[in-house]
Nanobody, 114 residues
Framework: QVQVVESGGGLVQPGGSLRLSCAAS????????MAWYRQAPGKQRDVVAG???????SYADSVKGRFTISRDNVKNTVYLQMNNLKPEDTAVYYC????????WGQGTQVTVSS
């Protein structure tokens, strides 16, 4: 049974930090890329950051210098360290796993508010 499970979301004040985790299990193929997307109310789902199996990373311009993506290939887990959070970072954050097919998690809510 394939599972992609995000965790670590919550409510944080502007300037604060959160660390999201996404664990993939039961995927019958080698995992290539993993990525984080986010979707704010009334907006489309956009990519936040991605990482390849070799460790190459990419970021949306809006999060460069504040967010860091990393992965543990043994645990099939990807992380997103989010620092200096802003109200505009508020969204549901989704994990995407590319392994032959594309798998999505159910999402975790991040709310940045004072």
């Amino acid at each position: 049974q394939v599972q992609v499970v995000e965790s670590g979301g919550g409510l944080v004040q502007p300037g604060g930090s959160l660390r999201l985790s996404c664990a993939a299990s039961g995927i019958p193929f080698v995992i290539n890329a993993m990525a984080w997307y986010r979707q704010a109310p009334g907006k489309q789902r956009d990519v936040v950051a991605g990482i390849t199996s070799g460790g190459s990373t990419s970021y949306a311009d809006s999060v460069k210098g504040r967010f860091t993506i990393s992965r543990d290939n043994v645990k099939n887990t990807v992380y997103l360290q989010m620092n200096n959070l802003k109200p505009e970072d508020t969204a549901v954050y989704y994990c995407k796993v590319v392994a032959g097919l594309v798998y999505w998690g159910q999402g975790t809510q991040v709310t940045v508010s004072s």
